[in-house]
Antibody
Framework: QVQLVESGGGVVQPGRSLRLSCAAS????????MHWVRQAPGKGLEWVAV????????YYADSVKGRFTISRDNSKNTLYLQMNSLRAEDTAVYYC???????????????????WGQGTLVTVSS | DIQLTQSPSFLSASVGDRVTITCRAS??????LAWYQQKPGKAPKLLIY???TLQSGVPSRFSGSGSGTEFTLTISSLQPEDFATYYC???????????FGQGTKLEIK
């Protein structure tokens, strides 16, 4: 069965860095795009970043662009999020999620996030 | 960027009720819309993708419809386990920015 397990969260001071990991199993990791999504305490979901199946394409939300870097190691079935220059507003539960790929009018497209990890809490506070 | 607005933000209903949640996009997104259910302390769960396709294992009382800028999630007969927060998400923009709606909290009346 598909499993996504995040790790690396914790308490960090503003301006410092943290790296999150997401260990994947139960599917061919190297065939799917992967995402990071976060949720601030008591708030809604915010998409953070996506990386293509082979790591060649990466896109970010404006709120993290230039500070966060998404990466993957397909040999280790692991997704990463390097978070630099952390701010109080980055405090959230961070989830990794897997692309759902669907054939739409003859083209394979991402049509949702079908598996999610349990989340890891990042708290940015002095 | 494409914005999604859900209505209502809060909904109070009883077991057995039929409920509908609406998601409006700031510009047309064809059918590239997904719906998720989230319970407290848990990760979101995919319910519907491509606006109207039921994800495997999701009960048939859930259904989705719409295209372009207006979409609906309907629960035909509420069950106790359906009380949760629901989010829509668009997957149409390029470069990718997979916006979520603000959420609809469904509570027991």
């Amino acid at each position: 069965q598909v499993q996504l397990v995040e790790s690396g969260g914790g308490v960090v001071q503003p301006g410092r860095s943290l790296r999150l990991s997401c260990a994947a199993s139960g599917f061919t990791f190297s065939s799917y795009g992967m995402h990071w999504v976060r949720q601030a305490p008591g708030k809604g979901l915010e998409w953070v970043a996506v990386i293509s199946y082979d790591g060649s394409n990466k896109y970010y939300a404006d709120s993290v662009k230039g500070r966060f870097t998404i990466s993957r190691d397909n040999s280790k079935n692991t997704l990463y999020l390097q978070m630099n220059s952390l701010r109080a507003e980055d405090t959230a539960v961070y989830y990794c999620a897997k692309d759902l790929i669907t054939m739409v009018r003859g083209v394979l497209l991402n049509t949702g996030f079908d598996y999610w990890g349990q989340g890891t809490l990042v708290t940015v506070s002095s | 960027d494409i914005q999604l607005t859900q209505s209502p933000s809060f909904l109070s209903a009883s077991v057995g009720d039929r409920v509908t949640i609406t998601c409006r996009a700031s510009q047309g997104i064809s059918s590239y819309l997904a719906w998720y259910q989230q319970k407290p302390g848990k990760a979101p769960k995919l319910l519907i993708y491509a606006a109207s396709t039921l994800q495997s294992g999701v009960p048939s009382r859930f259904s989705g419809s719409g295209s372009g800028t207006e979409f609906t999630l309907t629960i035909s007969s509420l069950q106790p386990e359906d009380f949760a927060t629901y989010y829509c998400q668009q997957l149409n923009s390029y470069p990718p920015v997979y916006t979520f709606g603000q959420g609809t909290k469904l509570e027991i009346k």
